[in-house]
């Protein structure tokens, strides 16, 4: 299960990165662009740039397509980026578990061994593995160092963004199962399981946990 975006909610880092994009050229473009987005009020910004029947899979998205289209260099992006990632690291104490996670931990626990996929490299994973109470209870796995249980055996791997993990696992022949909390309706993606939230697909995470045997390495 990946930490960010699924344990908690992430609108307070991608308010903070709309923040730290905005400068006097931008005029309060991307805050007001990040709200019209998080709030689904469009008239407070200009027409964002994309289709309103295909938007970003995540805020971050959002933003990040909001920064290139007012012209704004990656090097502006990436400063803002890490600047809200360090926001959010020393904020992370505010933070309120997911709708639906206490319920999915209690799902699986004695069922399927569950880790939680994140860069250790972003300064606030660690403070937010801290916040929820996470910390000592299930593993911190880079998403570049997933064992091949995870994502080729019979694994059930959640994301909030159709990230390299989720659509590695839908390319590749095996058992892994893919489930994406689309809260925009981007439709992007083609995973097992969709929906707009966490407890939306717990009635798909019961299903799979009675199809699958438990095994080690399942997820």
Same mark, same amino acid.
């Given at each position: 299960m990946a930490l960010h975006g699924v344990a908690y909610c992430e609108d307070p880092a991608v308010q903070a990165f709309a923040r730290h994009l905005d400068g006097p050229d931008t005029a309060g473009v991307m805050v007001a662009g990040m709200?019209?987005?998080?709030?689904?009020? %469009?008239?407070?910004? %200009? %027409?964002?740039?994309? /289709?309103p029947s295909r938007p970003p899979v995540t805020?971050?998205?959002?933003?990040?397509?909001?920064?290139?289209?007012?012209?704004?260099? /990656?090097? @502006? +992006? *990436?400063?803002?980026? @890490?600047? !809200?990632?360090? *926001?959010?690291?020393?904020?992370?104490? +505010?933070? *309120? %578990?997911?709708?639906?996670l206490p319920e999915l931990l209690e799902l699986v626990a004695g069922r399927a061994e569950l880790v939680l996929v994140a860069d250790p490299a972003d300064p606030a994973t660690d403070p937010v593995v801290d916040a929820l109470e996470l910390a000592g209870r299930y593993p911190v796995v880079d998403p570049d160092r997933l064992p091949p249980a995870l994502t080729g055996? @019979?694994?059930?791997? +959640?994301? !909030? *963004?159709?990230?390299?993990?989720?659509?590695?696992?839908s390319d590749r022949a095996g058992d892994a199962t893919t489930a994406l909390i689309d809260r925009f309706g981007s439709g992007t993606g083609t995973p097992d399981l969709r929906a707009a939230d966490l407890p939306g697909l717990l009635l798909g995470v019961a299903d799979w946990l009675d199809r699958v045997p438990r095994a080690e390495g399942d997820a």
């Amino acid at each position: 299960m990946a930490l960010h975006g699924v344990a908690y909610c992430e609108d307070p880092a991608v308010q903070a990165f709309a923040r730290h994009l905005d400068g006097p050229d931008t005029a309060g473009v991307m805050v007001a662009g990040m709200r019209a987005f998080l709030e689904d009020k %469009p008239q407070l910004a %200009p %027409p964002a740039p994309w /289709s309103p029947s295909r938007p970003p899979v995540t805020g971050y998205r959002a933003v990040a397509e909001l920064a290139v289209a007012a012209g704004l260099t /990656s090097a @502006r +992006i *990436d400063a803002a980026r @890490r600047a !809200a990632r360090l *926001d959010l690291a020393g904020t992370a104490w +505010i933070l *309120d %578990p997911a709708d639906g996670l206490p319920e999915l931990l209690e799902l699986v626990a004695g069922r399927a061994e569950l880790v939680l996929v994140a860069d250790p490299a972003d300064p606030a994973t660690d403070p937010v593995v801290d916040a929820l109470e996470l910390a000592g209870r299930y593993p911190v796995v880079d998403p570049d160092r997933l064992p091949p249980a995870l994502t080729g055996g @019979r694994a059930l791997l +959640i994301d !909030a *963004d159709w990230s390299p993990v989720l659509a590695a696992a839908s390319d590749r022949a095996g058992d892994a199962t893919t489930a994406l909390i689309d809260r925009f309706g981007s439709g992007t993606g083609t995973p097992d399981l969709r929906a707009a939230d966490l407890p939306g697909l717990l009635l798909g995470v019961a299903d799979w946990l009675d199809r699958v045997p438990r095994a080690e390495g399942d997820a």
